[in-house]
């Protein structure tokens, strides 16, 4: 099943102007409009066969998430990394790209190429939370033991 690469095709077919019909059409292109065709069929189906998502308000989430567990096992800190970090050392964790002035602190739980995993106690409940974060455009720091956690 392709249906990954086919939602930029759906998305442009409905924004409009992006697809002038003297560039792309269906009649020059049919079996690229008819993917898109299947694409918006199988979201369709899939939307009305599926549970209907719940709304939540803050505390609600809150304790939705603090009273789940973990659905997978708390994982590894690669050793050839070249941070060098330990696991279960205090990290920092904070987007390159954007929103760099919001960090996010704790126990670091898992280390690979594609992530970092850390451990961190909520403000309300005092109950501990997993933060996933991807490598790319992430910065990890290590923290020094007499800093002060802000989360």
Same mark, same amino acid.
């Given at each position: 099943?392709?249906?990954?690469? /086919?939602?930029?095709?759906?998305?442009?077919? *409905? $924004?409009? !102007?992006?697809?002038? +019909? &003297? $560039?792309?059409?269906?009649?020059?292109?049919?079996?690229?409009?008819?993917? %898109?065709?299947?694409?918006?069929?199988?979201?369709?189906?899939?939307?009305?066969?599926?549970?209907?998502?719940?709304?939540?308000? !803050?505390? &609600?989430?809150?304790?939705? %998430? %603090? #009273?789940?567990?973990?659905? &997978?096992?708390? *994982?590894?800190?690669?050793?050839? =990394?070249?941070?060098?970090?330990?696991?279960?050392?205090? /990290?920092? /964790?904070?987007?390159?790209?954007?929103?760099?002035? +919001?960090?996010? +602190? *704790?126990?670091?739980?898992?280390?690979?190429?594609?992530? $970092?995993?850390?451990?961190?106690?909520?403000? /309300? *409940?005092? #109950?501990?939370?997993?933060?996933?974060?991807?490598? %790319? =455009?992430? +910065?990890?720091?290590?923290v020094s033991s007499s800093a002060v956690s802000k989360l």
């Amino acid at each position: 099943m392709a249906y990954p690469a /086919v939602w930029p095709f759906e998305w442009l077919s *409905g $924004v409009k !102007g992006a697809l002038p +019909r &003297e $560039v792309i059409s269906e009649q020059q292109y049919p079996k690229i409009f008819a993917w %898109i065709a299947r694409f918006k069929k199988a979201v369709n189906t899939a939307r009305s066969s599926g549970p209907k998502p719940a709304t939540l308000k !803050g505390d &609600e989430a809150l304790q939705r %998430i %603090i #009273s789940s567990g973990y659905w &997978e096992p708390e *994982g590894q800190v690669d050793e050839n =990394d070249p941070l060098k970090l330990k696991k279960d050392q205090e /990290v920092e /964790v904070y987007p390159t790209d954007s929103g760099f002035s +919001r960090r996010d +602190r *704790g126990r670091l739980v898992a280390l690979n190429a594609a992530e $970092v995993v850390l451990s961190t106690q909520t403000k /309300v *409940g005092d #109950s501990e939370v997993r933060i996933h974060c991807p490598r %790319i =455009d992430f +910065r990890i720091t290590p923290v020094s033991s007499s800093a002060v956690s802000k989360l």
